[in-house]
């Protein structure tokens, strides 16, 4: 599903509330991103420094806004051409892994319906570092008892393609191909993402 408007309206509430200017722009340096490191940004734009302590009350203050906005998603807010792309992998026996930077991550899949979809969910939480570092892929492919070689990786953010490929991945991009250039495939949207063509790719 996509949660960045969420993020980004959450983001822009603290932001306003410390009278950071604030955009989509300048959102879309944190997708993908951490939460503390998403906070960091955000203060070195406004220029403003605070403890770690009271960083740590920021972010809280920003992840609980963020939960009262998406409890209102549901399994509507599955993206198109979700469901037929997890029923090819599910008939073709590819496991799926979760590799997501948010902590409500699998409170974001239960909203959806979509639990029981998945056979591993990465913890954001007990991940040492964040996106763009390939911690939380490889911590997917070690639970998948498999080298990272044989995984292949899927993303929405710069952030994240530059991960797949430290984890030694094949990146698959979904969305702006200028945005998602370092990927090794690129597709507009889930729409048009084809696993055939991804094994086709990987196999020639």
Known sequence: TDTALHHFRA????ADSLGIPFDEHDNEKLKGVGRLESL?????KGK????????????DKKNADYLELIK????AD????VPEAFATLKQRKIRIGLASASKNATFVVDRLGMLDQFDYIADAAKIPRGKPAPD???D????????SSACI????????????????????????KDVLSKADIIFPSMQAFSVEHILGQVAA
């Open 136 to 138: 939380i892929f490889l």
């Open 153 to 176: 990786g899927v993303e929405d953010a710069a952030a994240g393609v530059d991960a797949i490929k430290s984890a030694k991945m094949v990146a698959v991009g979904i969305g702006d």
């Open 40 to 44: 960091e940004l955000i203060l070195e």
């Open 72 to 75: 209102s998603i549901t399994p």
């Open 11 to 14: 983001w822009k509430m603290l």
């Open 78 to 81: 599955v993206l198109p051409g």
């Open 48 to 59: 403003q420094s605070f403890s770690a302590g009271e960083k740590t009350k920021l972010t």
């Open 140 to 147: 997917v492919a070690k639970a998948f008892g498999l080298p």
